[in-house]
């Protein structure tokens, strides 16, 4: 049994090092997306690992640990645009992003090390396949409540399943050794 904490922290230091060399690329133009253009690009890396799993021989040479890592940078993304809004054109500087990245990936890591204790990390013995299976079953239920207009009876909300999903996709970086 190795050690959740570490790893994790190590898993969601590789993805975040990658976010901040994007942002440098790219800067924040990802910040005009709507939420729900942010969960369809989230079923296109989710999809696309199914697929690898299930033997489709890559076209693109990037693997499954490089979509998953998509997925949880792609997943505080979108919770940063549930919380403040997509927007005309990016405006924001680097280090504001930088700072609501942060936020919402320690609050992530809480709801892990929460969740964690009371599952007894059930993950160590789940199939990376199962991982996979998880993350798509939080993208449908995020399309099913965004088609609903953010509107649920007695289910969790669109934020709550971004952040399981951003949890899955590090358990499943971690069996996959990223960070170590």
Request: glycine share 8%; with cysteine; aromatic share 8%.
């Amino acid at each position: 049994m190795g050690n959740t904490e570490h790893e994790y922290h190590a898993a969601a230091k590789v993805c975040k090092s990658i976010f901040e060399a994007k942002l440098l690329d790219y800067g924040s133009n990802w910040r005009i997306l709507r939420p729900s253009s942010m969960t369809d690009q989230l079923l296109i890396k989710a999809r696309r690992i199914r697929n690898l799993e299930g033997g489709l021989q890559a076209q693109v040479a990037e693997g499954i640990e490089p979509e998953y890592i998509g997925i949880v940078n792609y997943g505080i993304m979108a919770l940063i645009q549930c919380r403040i809004g997509y927007l005309d054109a990016p405006e924001e500087s680097t280090q504001a992003i930088l700072e609501q990245y942060s936020t919402i990936a320690q609050e992530i890591f809480e709801l892990m090390q929460a969740k964690n204790n009371d599952y007894g990390e059930a993950w160590r013995d789940m199939r990376l396949s199962s991982l996979t299976d998880m993350v798509l079953n939080r993208i449908h239920r995020i399309k099913q409540i965004e088609d609903n207009q953010g509107k649920t009876s007695v289910s969790e909300g669109i934020e709550s399943n971004y952040m399981d999903m951003v949890n899955y996709a590090l358990f499943a970086l971690i069996k996959l050794g990223v960070g170590k």
